[in-house]
């Protein structure tokens, strides 16, 4: 018996072509992977904050309210530098086009004139909720100011971002429902 000797059987030659591209490619997932892992690592992580009327009412979707110094931060998660904000308008009111808004800083205010500012810390940090002395924590996940039943309610809703600003009021407490207020970026605000 003869021995055979069918180009498909031998094994192919890496010739330094092949050797190349191959160095190629894998330097390219690696770019791929170092750019991904980049980007998860400045996103924000923090818990939307549902800001409810009635009395101003900011709640977490989980975690809870720690002390920050002057003010109040979520538990956990990092804020990636600014807030989606989306104003959930009752029927028959409108907060008017160019929502979901982005910036670094949201401003409530109320009927009684007390404001309420949301600040992000810049590129890493946590979320500050201020002044600290004005809101009471009723809960772990609740801050509030105002008490049920006084009447009052959120007038206007204020978002900044350097000179730009975007601004919604509300002539009665029955205008709003629910503002939320997103570390950027979440899918929870950006709809």
């Not at 808004?101 to 205010?109: H, I, K």
């Not at 309420?116 to 809960?139: F, N, Y």
Request: a positive charge; proline letters at 6%.
């Amino acid at each position: 018996m003869g021995t055979r000797t069918d180009e498909l059987l031998t094994k192919p030659k890496m010739t330094t072509a092949r050797w190349i591209a191959i160095l190629v490619i894998i330097g390219a997932l690696l770019g791929l992977g170092y750019c991904a892992a980049r980007v998860l690592l400045q996103l924000g992580d923090e818990p939307p904050i549902r800001v409810r009327n009635g009395s101003m009412k900011l709640e977490l979707d989980r975690g809870e309210w720690k002390d920050n110094g002057d003010g109040w931060s979520p538990s956990a998660g990092k804020n990636s530098g600014g807030f989606t904000v989306k104003v959930e308008s009752s029927p028959g009111y409108s907060c008017g086009p160019g929502q979901p808004v982005r910036g670094s800083e949201v401003l409530f205010s109320y009927s009684d004139s007390t404001e309420v500012k949301v600040s992000s810390p810049g590129s890493s940090g946590r979320t500050k909720v201020q002044p600290k002395d004005t809101l009471r924590k009723a809960s772990l996940t609740l801050l509030e100011y105002g008490q049920a039943g006084d009447q009052g309610y959120i007038t206007a809703v204020e978002v900044k971002d350097g000179g730009t600003r975007w601004r919604c009021e509300f002539k009665d407490g029955n205008a709003l429902r629910v503002i939320s207020v997103c570390p950027m970026p979440n899918p929870d605000c950006d709809r």
